[in-house]
């Protein structure tokens, strides 16, 4: 098998512009392409971070039928589909069949699913946004500009930012880089046991909030609680529960009427066109109180014992959410608009009420935002700093600099 020259696409043009105003349909695939030296048999080798995550029918059929149906080249008489983990090279095979094998399990699992995803009328604005050259007209990615403070003085390719990018790039800019790059993480400590449980409690309540129809949350919390996709140790699932029936005193349910908006890990895109930056938020509930937008993040913690932060600089996601209301960027009356932090203990529930248009809150919102922004902005180097924080770092391996680091 050797790598091909042009990989394989498949175009499909209907006589004249269809119903949706096309006139050609293309499928393309990513991966590393293989061919036997008489073209019989094609190989689509897929990169993963590593094997486990059943891969669905549909996905495998798109792509078997892309693979045997696909040009440039004369069809082959057998295609391969083959997953390979980056981390230990462990291989999965997703299909290995004939040709019309692979077009029988297209109409079977494909040919529906696609149909529907077309037919679908809906945007999902998200990082895909940055290379988008209908971006500047979506209507689903509304232009906010100046809220970053920052103006772009000289051109670069567009870029995407949040909370969590900004935090990754203060305590070093190579981290941020790296995670953006996709590269596998070390597992062991992405899943480090209080932040799995914290990402368990914010997946039981997303869910729990998107139920319809819309129930407030109660002291009661069922003994499998914890979502199949994190494990959990004996110790953390206890005082995960714990933490979530703290949440049912201030669950903001017990008080929406029926028709009000309630919008569980919803995903906000906004462009700033002077920074020419995508901002990506992803606040943990966002709802209605009346006319009025409420923004609110729920953090829990293992300890009872406070301290006081500003809560706009020990959560950056917080500020941007202030700006986001104040600049009137999510609509609704100003009267009533909020932004909400809810801090979980086993000992109960803190909940601390941000008004977006006090003047002296929207100019810390302001500083807070522009720290994080400023110098990432105009960063082309993404440089390592190294120190105590690479023992902790989840992409360590990939870094020169980090057995410095380690070693300070």
Known sequence: MAEVEEPWVYRYQPDGRDHRGADEYRITLWGRFLSSPDGSVRELRVPAYRLGKPVSDVRRAVTAFVMAEGTPGPPPERVRVLRFALLDGRTEVLFNGTRDEAVALYREHGSKA????????EYRPGSACIGCSYLTTCPAVPKAPGLLGVRSEQPR????????????YRTCPARDHLRRLRLPAARELEAAPDAERGRAVHAYLAAQHSAHPVT?????????????????????????ATLLRRHAAVCPLRH??????????????????EADVLIIADPDLLYRDGESWVWREVKSSSRNKRWWRDPLRAYPQLALGVLLISHMELGGARSGARVELE??????????????????????????????????????????????????????????????????
């Open 157 to 168: 390719p567009r870029r995407s930012w949040s909370a969590t990018n900004g935090r990754s």
């Open 256 to 273: 929406l009427r029926d028709d009000d908006t309630l919008l569980a890990e919803q995903r906000l895109v906004h462009h700033d066109t």
């Open 343 to 408: 801090v979980l203990r086993p000992g109960g529930a803190d909940l601390e009420i941000i008004d977006p248009y006090t003047p002296a809150v929207r100019e810390t919102a302001d500083e807070v935002v522009r720290d994080h922004v400023r110098d990432w902005h105009q960063d082309d180097l993404f440089a390592p700093q190294p120190g105590e924080h690479c023992g902790t770092c989840e992409v360590s391996r990939w870094c020169a600099a980090a057995s410095v680091g380690a070693a300070a």
């Open 114 to 121: 696609l149909t529907e995803l077309l037919d679908r009328p």
């Open 216 to 240: 407030p949350c109660t002291p009661h919390v069922p003994a499998h609680w914890v979502p199949e996709r994190y494990e959990l140790t004996d110790e953390q699932r206890r005082l995960g």
